[in-house]
């Protein structure tokens, strides 16, 4: 396991480096909407919470797909040279794969030996602990590292995302049920629940989330960003960079859409 000191200096590089190989931005402006970021023939994952026939859908707003494990057990992280740290997350026959730059869903292709993924040049190739990142922009050699299983309804029933940071300890989760936020803070002596409001959605590559909170003169808000996050503490993997803003004060840390099962 990396030190706290130096995986935060690779954070830093990684968001130089990561141009190299998983490289890509794309900026969102405009009244609230859904669209694609990824760019020309990307074709976004299916939403997690479709309707079934037990219709368990969420009633609060949907989250990009990109936010969840999508039924995997569990997300993995990797330190990869050129210096860069890597999440992902294999369900069935893909796999989900997070950067400091985006997300990139990748297919799975029969090979003789191993595991490899493809989405366009893109590919990843696994070999026991040991993974080999190319495309077009370059190559990654990588190294598996930590490993935290996803958390499903069973741990957290209400909620469709999970949110959490460290040094004061916070959380924040998003109601199943209804367009609600709840805030604690001060490691857990502060803690509100507030309507929100949706106003920035963007899916597929960039997909990222702009949420809005509390009174117009004073309000709470959150952006989330399909990105890979580590616990600034323990170093576990997150799919989503979290970020709460309130009157001067900000909370940074990752979090998860809620899967149904593992």
């Known amino acids: 396991m990396l030190s706290r000191m130096s995986r935060r200096a690779r954070h830093v590089l990684s968001g130089v480096v990561c141009v190299a190989v998983l490289g890509g931005c794309a900026s969102s402006d405009g009244p609230p909407q859904v669209r694609d970021a990824s760019g020309s023939g990307f074709t976004p994952p299916p939403q997690l919470d479709a309707p079934d026939e037990n219709d368990d859908a969420p009633k609060s707003p949907l989250l990009p797909s990109a936010f969840f494990a999508d039924g995997a057990e569990a997300f993995v992280s990797w330190r990869c040279t050129p210096a860069q740290d890597l999440i992902s997350a294999a369900p069935g026959n893909s796999l989900r794969l997070w950067s400091a730059q985006g997300y990139y869903a990748l297919e799975r292709s029969v090979v003789a030996d191993g595991k490899r993924y493809r989405k366009s040049t893109l590919t990843f190739a696994q070999q026991g602990d040991e993974a080999h990142v190319e495309s077009d922009n370059g190559q990654l050699a990588c190294q598996q590292d930590a490993r935290r299983e996803s958390i499903t309804r069973a741990d957290a029933p209400n909620a ?103």
């Open 160 to 262: 469709i995302f999970k949110g959490q940071g460290n040094e004061p300890g916070w959380t924040l989760e998003l109601d199943r049920e209804a367009p609600q936020l709840t805030l604690m803070t001060q490691y857990g002596e502060e803690k509100r629940t507030l309507d929100y409001r949706v106003t920035q959605l963007d899916n597929g590559h960039q997909a990222a989330m702009m949420l809005e909170a509390g009174d117009a003169d004073a309000p709470v808000t959150v952006e989330l960003k399909a990105r890979a996050c580590f616990d600034s503490m323990s170093g576990k993997p997150y799919p989503v960079q979290v970020r709460v803003e309130e009157a001067g004060r900000t909370w940074v840390g990752c979090g998860q859409g809620i899967e149904r099962t593992r």
